[in-house]
């Protein structure tokens, strides 16, 4: 004998499956009717997107090897800084900025951008700053500062032209105009390793306007590259320049001992007086001493140097950005079948409820 759930859960099936086929016929009886959705729909989409101007950017693309060895560089970096007595400095190699895994980061970094906007560029004969370019040829202007129904338009940075400046010397409002700019460029701009490489890398960009697309590109690259060889090269140049003081100092002690040795030599030319013979014995030998490590110096600064030379990296480009750019859509051939889509949904829904209507009114 069946339990009194179990009907009720056989009832509901049924129930559920008759509704069912119910709404499959519905379909199949009306079939004409979402088919000529389907086909207003598709032919709505298609006026709109003949009629209205479709949204697209540019890809500037620029494709380049790093290299980014540093074993040989290191270990003849940390023999210097045994005999100078700096060991430390060779513990830094193990916390290394520049790898492969960061790079992608430094190139879409505020320190990269901010220095790449305040580079001066030439376009189509005229000198600017990076930023005031972008400013004016970028769509920012209508989209991130334009407002809407909510907000004003951000007249005052529309209207803002920048001067060359140091980024800890901006204002508050040169920095909520920075801070948009920045936004919007690092996430327009992207670095990728090419597939099956290990060090070749595409750095592209999507921006509205062409020429700025592919200045952005070449600047952000340069930038790059002068931020990469002075941050790689930052502890050594800092010892180059300590070396350096040494050797000047060197260089007037050597002066003044040299003079000082004439002196003497002038004073007694006969050696007549043992104390002069002295004097003279003395400043011989601080010359000597003083000229041996003058060369001993300049062996070192010579080294730092070849140092820092080694350790610079090479940017090798592999493929240039070159006009015309390959315009990149936004939303290509999607807008036929989103109306498509909406007219069939709209359209089936109109049905069932017409229908449950009619079966709901029947006497």
Sequence with gaps: METKSSIDTQVSTKELLVKTFGFFKLLFTKWKIWCSALLLGAIAGLIHDYFVDEEFNYRGVIIFNLELGGSTQMSQFGGLASTLGLMGSQGASSGELFTSQNFPTIVRSRAVIERALMKEVEVDGDTLLMINYVADSSDIAEKEWGGDLFHKPFTAAINYTFEKKEPKDFTILENQIINT??????????????????????????????????????????????????????????????????????????????????????????????????????????????????????????GLERVILEQTPIFTIVEETRLPLEKDFNREGLDVKLASLAALVLTILTLVIVDAYKQIMKP
């Design 181 to 302: 700019i920045y936004e919007k460029l690092r996430d327009a701009t992207y670095l990728d390793l090419a597939k099956g490489t290990n060090s070749i890398m595409v750095l592209s960009a999507l921006l509205s306007d062409e020429k700025l697309t592919k200045k952005w590109v070449e600047t952000v690259l340069e930038t790059t590259e002068e931020f990469y060889v002075e941050m790689k090269t930052k502890k050594t140049r800092e010892l180059l320049k300590i070396q350096e003081k040494r050797l000047k100092k060197l260089e007037q002690d050597l002066l003044s001992t040299d003079s000082r040795t004439a002196q003497l030599a002038l004073q007694n030319p006969n050696f007549i007086d043992p104390l002069g013979r002295m004097q003279e014995t003395q400043a011989n030998r601080k010359s000597n001493f003083l000229s041996n490590q003058y060369v001993t110096q300049l062996a070192t600064i010579e």
